[in-house]
């Protein structure tokens, strides 16, 4: 009995290191099967969705490499609303999320597309564009917030857009 027992613990521990070795890690992508955010959003419904999440995440504090409403950076706070709200799985730094999507002209901007800002030699700032010049994003000094693509700050540094 000790034997069989012995036997069949050796052959979970194996099978269950063999299965894990064989896991391969999810590739990137912007859909994600198991919601309806394959097809393009209303505007309008767009909208909706990122103010609601707004008014669950404002004022939430800016702690750089922060993923929850203890503190939470821009990227951070980009790739949560993505992956929450639209059922989409984007890059966590702003780096990377550059990276994806279709660039657009800053005229051309929709709900939902990504506002970038070059704000140092080697830092971006990333945004959730929401409608007439206006941005959701994880402000340094204001934590969670809406701001204004025409203030001076932000339009003295934006870089592009992206539509996902």
């Known amino acids: 009995m000790k034997r069989s027992v012995s036997r069949l613990i050796i052959f979970v521990g194996i099978s269950f290191l063999v299965s894990c070795g064989s896991i391969q890690e999810r ?4 859909h994600d099967s198991r919601s309806a955010a394959n097809k393009p959003l209303d505007p309008s419904y767009l909208r909706k969705i990122l103010y609601s999440h707004y008014n669950e ?16 950076d821009c990227s951070g706070f980009v790739h949560l609303t993505f992956k929450s709200k639209l059922g989409k799985n984007l890059p966590r730094t702003a780096r990377m999320q550059a990276k994806i999507g279709q660039e657009v002209r800053r005229n051309d901007l929709r709900a939902g597309d990504l506002v970038f800002f070059r704000t140092g ?37 934006y870089w592009k857009s992206v539509r996902i």
């Open 27 to 30: 590739s990137f992508s912007t």
């Open 57 to 72: 995440w404002q004022g939430v504090r800016y702690e750089y490499g922060g993923l929850s409403r203890r503190g939470i």
């Open 121 to 157: 030699k080697s830092s971006n700032h990333v945004g959730i564009y929401l409608e007439n010049n206006k941005f959701l994003h994880a402000s340094q000094k204001k934590g969670v917030t809406i701001s204004r693509l025409d203030q001076v700050y932000w339009r003295s540094n």
